[in-house]
């Protein structure tokens, strides 16, 4: 995603009671929330976390991503919205995941992340081994792994490494016709969709 840097989106960000910068962010900040809670990793310019967090209120939603001008986008719909089940946070998930705590999480959601296709770049994905085995840990036993892409190289890849951990189901669907049950299109989704391109979906359950 190559978004052109948004002036005022950093101080935006920081005046929403809704939002922490991942150095921030500690668990005294979700210690009261007595809900079943949803990790999205990568949230792009919203569209999916808005209608999740609008579709599921007995759900809290914590969402990150890496650049502050695209999550100010996001921040803005989710503002309007007056959500109150939602955190978002600027920041690498790799310094966000130790902070958590294992067996947290119901739902881990990664929606057309960064496939990274050169070889060199494979620590970088989203699905490389070491994040997978983290994901694996923070999921609450009965806990399930959201994966969606068009690319089918990292589709394939991420169905390896995700085999690499004991998921109770693993399912890979190679055409994805929208129809999960807890679930909703990423702005990439429906721009792919609108081209014929195949959706592909993994879905892990702890």
């Known amino acids: 995603m190559r978004v052109k840097f948004k002036p005022g989106a950093i101080d935006y960000l920081k005046s929403l009671a809704f939002h922490t910068h991942v150095d921030d962010f500690a668990l005294s900040k979700i210690k009261d929330i007595n809900k079943p809670l949803v990790l999205e990793i990568g949230v792009g ?43 978002i946070l600027t920041g690498d998930v790799k310094y966000l995941l130790p902070k958590l705590s294992a067996l947290s999480l119901n739902y881990i959601i990664l929606n057309h992340s960064d496939p990274w296709p050169k070889k060199r770049h494979e620590k970088r994905r989203l699905t490389y081994s070491t994040l997978v085995n983290e994901y694996y840990k923070l999921l609450e036993e009965g806990g399930t792994l959201i994966f969606k892409t068009d690319n089918d190289d990292f589709a394939d890849y991420s169905y390896i490494t995700l085999s690499s951990v004991p998921f109770k189901e693993l399912i890979f669907i190679k055409d994805y016709k929208g129809d999960y049950d807890f679930d909703a299109k990423t702005e990439y989704e429906r721009k792919f969709l609108n081209k014929g391109v195949k959706i592909k979906m993994i879905i892990g359950k702890k």
Do not use: C, R, T, W
């Not at 579709?55 to 991503?65: A, D, K, L, R, V």
């Open 45 to 87: 310019k919203g569209d999916y976390l808005l209608e999740m967090a609008s579709n599921y209120p007995e759900h809290f939603f914590i969402g990150i991503e890496l650049n502050a001008s695209v999550l100010s986008v996001a921040a803005q719909k989710l503002a309007d919205a007056n959500l109150n089940n939602v955190l």
